[in-house]
């Protein structure tokens, strides 16, 4: 079923220097492999009048200081930080100036964001969610927006992973629990008037 460019938002998760380049601290090949799908997909958004939201994952160097028990440093190490070469998105994406980004700073996009207010201001009801990384970020936004009302859909083979079988059980707990699953080459959208 075709997807109407104007209730319509392309997520895109944290495709970023730090995860997807191969001198990022925390790079995994098949996100880098996934820029090309990514793209793909913002592009057509693009053409169609849909919406595209980046969101990027920065973290201020001091945000886990004293925290009880939520500290990303100490699972991952220090990455994305902010104002770094590591969190700006990678360059062979087309960001213009009408998409929106978000700046986060957990696993979840919705989290301490105004990205919520922006899709509900704009009439916002299906989010094709693609991205890096699938059992991470990915995950915990797609459903955060199921939670709150959006029909959340993971295009699968515009998203990035570290093991293959993160990437399975991703796309299958997203599949039964709350959202839907597409590719790129099924993404069809309504003609605008």
Not at 32 to 43: I, K, N, Q, R, W
Not at 98 to 109: C, F, I, L, Q
């Amino acid at each position: 079923m075709p997807y109407d460019p104007d209730t319509t938002a392309v997520v895109v998760v944290d495709m970023q220097n730090g995860f997807c380049h191969p001198d990022g601290s925390l790079y995994a090949p098949p996100s880098e492999a996934a820029v090309g799908e990514v793209a793909s997909l913002v592009d057509r958004a693009h053409e169609a009048g849909a919406r595209v939201v980046y969101t990027r994952d920065v973290h201020p160097p001091e945000q886990f200081d004293g925290t009880h028990y939520y500290d990303e440093f100490d699972r991952w190490g220090e990455h994305v930080l902010e104002g770094s070469w590591e969190a700006r998105l990678v360059d062979e994406l087309d960001v213009r100036p009408a998409d929106h980004v978000v700046e986060k700073h957990t696993y979840d996009a919705f989290h301490d964001t105004e990205l919520d207010g922006w899709l509900s201001a704009r009439g916002i009801d299906d989010l094709l969610i693609c991205g890096t990384l699938a059992n991470v970020c990915v995950l915990h936004t797609a459903g955060s927006a199921g939670l709150r009302d959006y029909r959340p859909v993971l295009v699968t083979d515009a998203i990035g992973y570290i093991e293959e079988t993160d990437h399975e059980y991703a796309v299958d707990h997203a599949d039964w629990l709350f959202g839907e699953t597409t590719t790129v080459d099924a993404v069809d959208f309504l003609p605008t008037c």
